[in-house]
Structure formats: C-alpha cells, structure tokens
C-alpha cells in the first residue's frame, strides 16, 4: 500500500546550525509533497509544499528538494532558531481534481533547537 | 479568515460511552478530511467529504466510527461505543482545490 518514510525521528541541533529531514514515498503516482510543523497544542501547519514539476524551492530559511526517480524528498532548514524546534511532517498525496488529496503522512520528525 | 476550528479540543470519556467532535472547515472549502494521530505514530487518513457526500471512507477503522457532514458545511465524527484504542488525536481538514489542506488544532481523545 501507499507508504511513507520519514528519517530521522528525533533530531537536535544547535542554533545557527542546518537540520535535514528525509522523507521517502512508495506510490510513483504521488504528485505533491507538503511539509507541516505541528508546535505544541496546536494543529499540523503547511510550511512549504514541492509538485511533481519542480525539482526543488525555497522560501527564506527553507527549502524542499525532490528527486522523483529516487521518490525521496527532503526538507532543509538553515540557520536554525529556537522557534524551529517542533514535530515535522512529510506527506504526499495524488492531488488535484481527479484525485481525492488525502495525504499519506510520514511518522514525524522531533526537531529540537538548542539555544 | 478564520481557519478551520474543532472541539472540544479535549474529550476524557470512558470505555463504552459516546463522543462527538465537531468540525468547521474553512467556508467555501468543498474538501474535508478526517486524520488521526494514535500514540506518536504516524497522522493517519480516515475519509474524506466532498460537499455532503463520503467520497472516500477508506481509513475508517471499523463501524463504530460514523462521519457525517449535513449540508456540506460542518462536519461531526461519532465514536460510538468508544475502545481504548480509539484514543488519540483527531484532526479535521479543509482544502479548496484538493492540493493545499489546512487543519484545524486537533481534538484529543482519551478513552479510560
């Protein structure tokens, strides 16, 4: 069935540093990857999202990359703060109106930003 | 804008009994969906509505579970009678376009 990866499962850097995480997925026919950070109390937040058409994007400290022949994507955040430190989410999904959207999630990365 | 909103935010019921929880998605948003977090694993998906109508119940994890979303605007899931393993966090979506989904802050269910 429909699967996706997600690595590491705990990660903790110093502030200032770069912190990776990795996603793999199993269904070719994926065609959009979302990432969300879910603080505390709170709900699954979109923070940036990849389609199938682009190889990689950015915005300000973030960054996704996809590698569709591989099926990995990953999410890159420079310069960490304190204020990074959350649960991480990948997903993907068949999205589009001749799909249903539904997400297939990975199990979460715990980031945590050591002042 | 509001986003979409949920509640109660937190349900302590015990074993046997009936919850609800509710869901109001972002107006004008056709798509909803109904996810689930149990014990630190992965967010899982439990089914989807289009207006009024289920159009995948696919991760519904048995009949005790009963989504409804009358006149395609709020939404409520029924777990009647409530296991221990139905506790977890329950999330609702909303999305306009099937791409970008927005969800609300969760209900934590906890079943004793």
């Known amino acids: 069935g429909e699967n996706v990866e997600q690595h590491p499962s705990t990660l903790s850097v110093q502030e200032g540093d770069s912190a990776v995480i990795k996603c793999t997925y199993s269904d070719s026919a994926s065609n959009y990857f979302p990432w969300y950070k879910q603080e505390l109390g709170k709900g699954p937040q979109l923070i940036i999202d990849i389609r199938s058409n682009v190889g990689e994007k950015k915005d300000q400290r973030i960054a996704v990359t996809l590698n569709k022949t591989a099926k990995h994507f990953s999410l890159h955040i420079t310069e960490t703060q304190p204020e990074d430190s959350a649960v991480y989410f990948c997903?993907?999904?068949?999205?589009?109106?001749?799909?249903?959207?539904?997400?297939?999630f990975g199990q979460g990365t715990t980031l945590q930003v050591k002042p | 804008e509001a986003g979409v909103t949920q509640f109660p935010s937190h349900s302590v019921i015990e074993k046997g009994q009936t919850v609800t929880l509710r869901c109001d998605p972002i107006s004008g948003h056709d798509n909803l969906y109904w996810y689930r977090r149990v014990m630190g694993k992965e967010i899982k998906f439990l089914l989807h509505f289009v207006k009024e109508s289920k159009q995948d119940e696919s991760g519904m994890p048995n009949n005790r579970f009963l989504a409804e979303r009358t006149g395609g605007t709020y939404s409520t899931l029924k777990v009647q009678p409530a296991e221990l393993e139905d506790s977890g966090v329950y999330f609702c979506a909303s999305s306009q376009n099937r791409v970008e989904a927005f969800f609300g802050q969760g209900t934590r269910l906890t079943v004793v």
């Open positions: 997903a993907a999904s068949k999205s589009g109106s001749s799909n249903t959207g539904k997400l297939i």
